[in-house]
């Protein structure tokens, strides 16, 4: 059942060095604001998950905070490479980064078959690819009806699912609308949750027709976060901060001036930061 903490008490609580951790959200309802109290609570050893890392997972990444990393694509969104992730991989700095890729539609399979409780999601896929030459959990099995080959993934259990969304009621129940991802699977599949929210409403009215409710047994904690999301977006709330991703390249491309920056940015930060992004990020996602 939810419980209603504060951002550090929810991540201190949910997460430990060496856990699995899915941070979802496509496009918008990053949660930035969790990922940067994961990074002053200095935990390491973590095995991140993501369809789609970008700056956050750079900049968890960049303070020594994984060891290991699945994904299906990696990249800073519209504008090219995450150095710090690349450094990892090419140089092992701050440390060694194992990765384990696969292509979307095998995450999302993963991902649902893990919400179901199956061991592993089967499903048409990889045909022609070469990448299970050099990821050993890409499996193919026959169908035992059609003799058909298919592809076999390990499910997505995570240990911890973190995402951020736009409500929580004060029953605990949590609202996710705009374009979703795979939040709802990674929290149903995952042992421990953490929701990030804009603001807690005594109910939901007026529900839009692609609206994701969570109820409150499927949630750990949640914590009200507002601009949590901030640089990417939160749907009626703020919108993207494209100059932030664009200033993020220069930011991430020196080590030293990426560790200069999280110090101040970050380490010295709190959630209260994100409350200004917010406000200074302004308007209304389209």
Same mark, same amino acid.
């Given at each position: 059942?939810?419980?209603?903490?504060? +951002?550090?008490?929810?991540? %201190?609580?949910?997460?430990?060095?060496?856990?699995? &951790?899915?941070?979802?959200?496509?496009?918008? +309802?990053?949660?930035?604001?969790?990922?940067?109290?994961?990074?002053?609570?200095?935990?390491?050893?973590?095995?991140?998950?993501?369809?789609?890392?970008?700056?956050?997972?750079?900049?968890?990444?960049?303070?020594?905070?994984?060891?290991?990393?699945?994904?299906?694509?990696?990249? /800073?969104?519209?504008?090219?490479?995450?150095?710090?992730?690349?450094?990892?991989?090419?140089?092992?700095?701050?440390?060694?980064?194992?990765?384990?890729?696969?292509?979307?539609?095998?995450?999302?399979? @993963?991902?649902?078959?893990?919400?179901?409780?199956?061991?592993?999601?089967?499903?048409?896929?990889?045909?022609?690819?070469? +990448?299970?030459?050099? /990821?050993?959990?890409?499996?193919?099995?026959?169908?035992?009806?059609?003799?058909?080959?298919?592809?076999?993934?390990? @499910?997505?259990?995570?240990?911890?699912?973190?995402?951020?969304?736009?409500?929580?009621?004060? /029953?605990?129940?949590?609202?996710?609308?705009?374009?979703?991802?795979?939040?709802? %699977?990674?929290?149903?599949?995952?042992?421990?949750? &953490?929701?990030? &929210?804009?603001?807690?409403?005594?109910?939901?009215?007026?529900?839009?027709? /692609?609206? &994701?409710?969570?109820?409150?047994?499927?949630?750990?904690?949640?914590?009200?976060?507002?601009?949590?999301?901030?640089?990417?977006?939160?749907?009626?709330?703020?919108?993207?901060?494209?100059?932030?991703?664009? @200033?993020?390249?220069?930011?991430?491309?020196?080590?030293? *001036?990426?560790?200069?920056?999280?110090? %101040?940015?970050?380490? *010295?930060?709190?959630?209260?930061?994100?409350?200004?992004?917010?406000?200074?990020?302004?308007?209304?996602?389209?």
């Amino acid at each position: 059942m939810a419980e209603f903490l504060s +951002l550090a008490d929810a991540i %201190e609580s949910a997460i430990s060095d060496g856990d699995s &951790v899915a941070m979802e959200g496509f496009t918008h +309802l990053i949660p930035h604001a969790a990922g940067h109290e994961i990074i002053r609570q200095r935990r390491s050893g973590l095995r991140l998950i993501r369809m789609t890392p970008d700056i956050i997972y750079d900049q968890m990444i960049g303070m020594g905070c994984a060891d290991r990393i699945m994904y299906s694509w990696g990249g /800073n969104p519209g504008v090219g490479s995450l150095h710090r992730f690349r450094d990892a991989i090419q140089n092992g700095w701050p440390g060694p980064l194992e990765i384990d890729e696969h292509s979307h539609a095998a995450m999302a399979n @993963a991902y649902d078959a893990g919400a179901a409780g199956l061991p592993c999601a089967v499903f048409r896929g990889y045909r022609g690819a070469q +990448l299970a030459e050099v /990821n050993p959990n890409i499996k193919s099995i026959n169908c035992p009806f059609t003799g058909e080959k298919l592809a076999a993934v390990p @499910a997505i259990r995570a240990d911890v699912a973190v995402i951020h969304a736009q409500k929580a009621s004060r /029953n605990g129940d949590v609202l996710l609308e705009g374009i979703v991802g795979v939040q709802k %699977e990674a929290v149903l599949g995952a042992k421990r949750s &953490v929701v990030t &929210v804009e603001e807690i409403v005594d109910d939901f009215a007026d529900l839009p027709p /692609n609206a &994701v409710i969570l109820p409150s047994w499927t949630i750990s904690a949640i914590t009200c976060v507002p601009g949590g999301a901030h640089p990417s977006y939160a749907h009626g709330y703020y919108s993207r901060d494209n100059a932030f991703y664009k @200033a993020w390249d220069e930011i991430a491309r020196d080590r030293d *001036g990426f560790r200069a920056w999280m110090q %101040e940015h970050v380490i *010295g930060g709190g959630p209260e930061d994100f409350a200004r992004h917010g406000k200074a990020a302004g308007g209304v996602a389209s």
